[in-house]
């Protein structure tokens, strides 16, 4: 029994599907770990911390290979200051909002377009055949 009509379908499916393992696999691994006080202190007395961003009231910690997330308001962030260089992350949830919208839109004229597509194919394959005398 035959799933898929089309065999560039299922291959593109299968793709498709793989992608999406991948990008999920991805986020997971990049996700920081969660620290408390006393390995903050560790970290930041031997230095393994290159520089820190301030994210609503989480503030993630890059190390050389390592990103760890601690809250805001249990450390000391003028101590964190004069160690590690700090930034601010300033989200814009319009852009953000605005980009969402615009891969739906996408998707959506995509699929718009390959239905139009596949539906001129079929209606020249049933097109009877007129003969003019």
Request: glycine fraction near 4%.
């Given at each position: 029994?035959?799933?898929f009509?089309?065999?560039?379908?299922?291959?593109?499916l299968m793709a498709l599907s793989i992608f999406i393992v991948l990008l999920a696999f991805g986020y997971m691994r990049i996700t920081p770990k969660i620290i408390?006080?006393?390995t903050y202190n560790a970290l930041?007395?031997?230095g393994a911390i290159q520089k820190a961003k301030v994210e609503n009231d989480e503030?993630?910690?890059?190390?050389?290979?390592d990103c760890f997330v601690i809250i805001k308001d249990g450390i000391d962030i003028s101590e964190l200051l004069q160690k590690v260089p700090v930034e601010v992350a300033r989200s814009n949830a319009l852009i953000d909002d605005m980009l969402i919208i615009a891969l739906l839109l996408g998707g959506l004229l995509a699929l718009l377009l390959f239905a139009r597509k596949k539906s001129k194919k079929t209606r020249k394959?049933?097109?009877p055949?007129?003969?003019r005398f």
């Amino acid at each position: 029994m035959q799933i898929f009509k089309s065999q560039k379908l299922m291959l593109s499916l299968m793709a498709l599907s793989i992608f999406i393992v991948l990008l999920a696999f991805g986020y997971m691994r990049i996700t920081p770990k969660i620290i408390d006080l006393p390995t903050y202190n560790a970290l930041l007395s031997s230095g393994a911390i290159q520089k820190a961003k301030v994210e609503n009231d989480e503030v993630f910690l890059y190390g050389i290979n390592d990103c760890f997330v601690i809250i805001k308001d249990g450390i000391d962030i003028s101590e964190l200051l004069q160690k590690v260089p700090v930034e601010v992350a300033r989200s814009n949830a319009l852009i953000d909002d605005m980009l969402i919208i615009a891969l739906l839109l996408g998707g959506l004229l995509a699929l718009l377009l390959f239905a139009r597509k596949k539906s001129k194919k079929t209606r020249k394959k049933h097109t009877p055949l007129t003969i003019r005398f």
